[in-house]
């Protein structure tokens, strides 16, 4: 059994980018960056008005002002401000040569036709300059990072409407288990539902992977190597669920052997999901997850989905935050790390849910976070720092 670190390293130092594609950049969302992305232009691209208001010289700001011309955004000025003048001006629109303020319409009084005066106290200059927020050839977003609606706005101001993305992994998804039925079926006795596939379906669309659902494998030997022989050719992972613990019908691991599948490991010493299995043929990547629905969703969050980015050419860093305990909690046996559902109440302390073990995925949907607790920690105090992982 290998440590929680050790298969996560295992697990990345495995991993080789697949290669990227340009894409219109529309299609760019959540979609990982390929290529540095530069600035074709300044921002602002010149001296811009902050408010609707006057340009004027701040110099003349006790006088009474002549308005000399009036610029909606997008005008092009053609008047100088000289002593005593000033320009009409719209939010957005170019500040004319002479003026180094824009006072705010609300700041001023008519004081006959085209004639006003400045009411206020003290005004700030109510000007963008030109380049403040990026010059021509800055960095505006960064190789291997995931595109955001802020990134889409990024890629629009400056042209860039086709960018190089990763390409995305696609990702076969098998069950096994000859007591399964489809979500569409009522399970007859002795049956379930087939609930991990279609979590794992959901699960690929979160990390923006392609998810290729394969169906449900027979518990036996042939069609265990079978299924796995036809998604290993068509897919850049392969991700099965059950069939990976010690019982007499777990084919598994016997049937990616069977497939050339170098297995990097079997046991992990987490808790949920110890028996998982993971493996490579050298251009495909393949997971034995456990069956339970709350092992498989966890070793998916904590295990694939790291290396799903990485195939992305994104080095994925799980968001985790420190907060404190709310309650004290035990546990018996500290041999594996742990991860916990729990709940966050409105003070931020950590509360575990009621959770009946790796069977129990409806405590996952009332919990907010997965708690972090380390091998050989038996006990948390109320009051004790702890890391969680938010849903
Ligand atoms: P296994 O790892 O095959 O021994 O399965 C462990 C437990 O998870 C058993 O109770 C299974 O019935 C259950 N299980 C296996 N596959 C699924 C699945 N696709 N959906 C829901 N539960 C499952
Ligand atoms: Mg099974």
Redesign the pocket.
């Known amino acids: 059994m290998i440590s929680f670190e050790k298969a996560l390293d295992l697990i990345l130092n495995s991993a080789r980018y697949l290669g990227d594609e340009p894409v219109d950049f529309m299609e760019a969302q959540n979609r990982v960056l390929a290529e540095d992305v530069f600035s074709d232009v300044d921002m602002p691209p010149f001296d811009k008005a902050a408010m609707d208001g006057f340009a004027c010289r701040r110099a003349d700001l006790g006088s009474e002002l002549e308005v000399i011309e009036t610029l909606a955004a997008g005008q092009v000025p053609q008047k100088t401000i000289g002593e005593g003048q000033c320009t009409r001006i719209m939010t957005g629109a170019m500040v004319p040569e002479g003026a180094d303020t824009v006072i705010m319409v609300e700041q001023t009084e008519e004081t006959g036709h085209e004639r006003i005066r400045f009411t206020g106290e003290k005004t700030t200059p109510n000007i963008a300059y030109k380049a403040e927020d990026v010059k021509t050839g800055d960095l505006m977003w960064k190789k291997g990072q995931p595109i955001l609606p802020s990134h889409i706005a990024i890629f629009a101001a400056v042209g860039c409407t086709s960018p190089l993305v990763a390409k995305q992994p696609r990702v076969a998804i098998l ?3 000859d ?2 039925v489809e979500p569409q079926q009522k399970p007859g006795p002795g049956m ?6 279609w979590q794992l379906v959901a699960q690929v669309k979160s990390a923006n992977c392609i998810p290729n659902y394969m169906g449900i494998v027979p518990d036996t030997p042939e069609d265990t190597e079978a299924a796995i022989t036809k998604a290993l050719a068509e897919n850049d992972v392969v991700l099965l ?5 010690m ?1 007499d019908f ?1 084919y598994v691991p016997a049937a990616m052997k069977k497939n050339n599948v170098e297995i990097l490991f079997q046991k992990v010493a987490v808790k949920p999901g110890r028996p998982t299995v993971f493996g490579t043929t050298g251009n495909s990547y393949i997971f034995g997850l ?4 709350v092992s498989s969703y966890i070793n998916f969050e904590v295990f694939v989905k790291p290396l799903l980015y990485k195939l992305m050419g994104h080095d994925f860093k799980p968001y985790e935050l420190t907060l404190p305990m709310g309650v004290n909690y035990k546990r018996k046996k500290a041999d594996r790390l742990e991860w916990l559902p729990v709940d966050i109440n409105e003070q931020g302390e950590v509360i575990p849910v009621g959770y009946h073990g790796s ?1 129990h995925i409806h405590a996952v949907c009332l919990s907010k976070a997965l708690m972090k607790i380390p091998v050989d920690t038996f006990e948390l105090t109320k009051g004790e720092s702890v890391h969680v992982r938010p849903l």
């Open positions: 069950s096994t288990g007591e399964l379930i539902r087939n609930s991990n596939a669920t059950g069939g990976v613990s019982g777990d456990p069956g339970n629905p069977a």
